[in-house]
């Protein structure tokens, strides 16, 4: 009997290493990937913005523009 008592000691304490194993693994997957898609998002976000901004003040330069030369040809 104490043979198969160790044996089942042995065997809790496997699977409880296994499962503590699986679950450390789940855990840093999962912080893996809510890191990858801040990542993501933050990027995302960056060019957005940055396009914005470019064709904003692509835009302005075209007012700018325009409003130039009718004024330089409304002097002439």
Same mark, same amino acid.
């Given at each position: 009997?104490? @043979?198969?008592?160790?044996?089942?000691? #042995? %065997? *809790?304490?496997?699977?409880?290493?296994?499962?503590?194993?699986?679950?450390?693994?789940?855990?840093?997957?999962?912080?893996?990937?809510?890191?990858?898609?801040?990542?993501?998002?933050?990027?995302?976000?960056?060019?957005?913005?940055?396009?914005?901004? @470019?064709?904003?003040?692509?835009?302005? #330069? *075209? *007012? *700018? @523009?325009? %409003?130039? %030369?009718?004024? %330089?040809?409304?002097?002439?």
């Amino acid at each position: 009997m104490g @043979r198969w008592k160790d044996r089942l000691i #042995q %065997t *809790e304490n496997i699977v409880v290493v296994v499962v503590v194993v699986v679950v450390v693994v789940v855990v840093v997957v999962v912080v893996v990937v809510v890191v990858v898609v801040l990542v993501v998002v933050v990027v995302v976000v960056v060019v957005v913005v940055v396009v914005a901004l @470019r064709f904003a003040c692509s835009v302005d #330069q *075209e *007012e *700018e @523009r325009s %409003t130039s %030369t009718t004024q %330089t040809s409304y002097y002439w």
